[in-house]
Nanobody, 120 residues
């Protein structure tokens, strides 16, 4: 099994910054892609950003403000969030596409989520 643990959420004023981290652990052979999704109250979960070995992908609403990066050696993904807006308030979830050793298979995993609140 694989565990994804997010950290770094919290309360920040509009215009502020936060950095989220997600650590993947378990019987991991390879992580193809990792990403961040978010879900605001009363709304569906939506993609924020993803990163694979060769490319990054961002939602239009966060382009130019958020940056996703990855430490492959540590199976960790980061989300640097700048110029935060109240509409960025949501629970942020880490996601990873993982090939595990035992059992030998590829599967998709989610973290438990971390709350980000942007408010004055």
């Amino acid at each position: 099994q694989v565990q994804l643990v997010e950290s770094g959420g919290g309360l920040v004023q509009p215009g502020g910054s936060l950095r989220l981290s997600c650590d993947a652990s378990g019987s991991i052979l390879n992580i193809n892609s990792m990403g961040w999704y978010r879900q605001a109250p009363g709304k569906q979960r939506e993609l924020v950003a993803t990163i694979s070995s060769s490319r990054t992908n961002y939602a239009d609403s966060v382009k130019g403000r958020f940056t996703i990066s990855r430490d492959n050696a540590k199976n960790t993904v980061f989300l640097q969030m700048n110029s935060l807006k109240p509409e960025d308030t949501a629970v942020y979830y880490c996601n990873a596409d993982v090939l595990t050793l035992r059992p030998f298979r590829r599967d998709n995993y989610w973290g438990q989520g971390t709350q980000v609140t942007v408010s004055s």
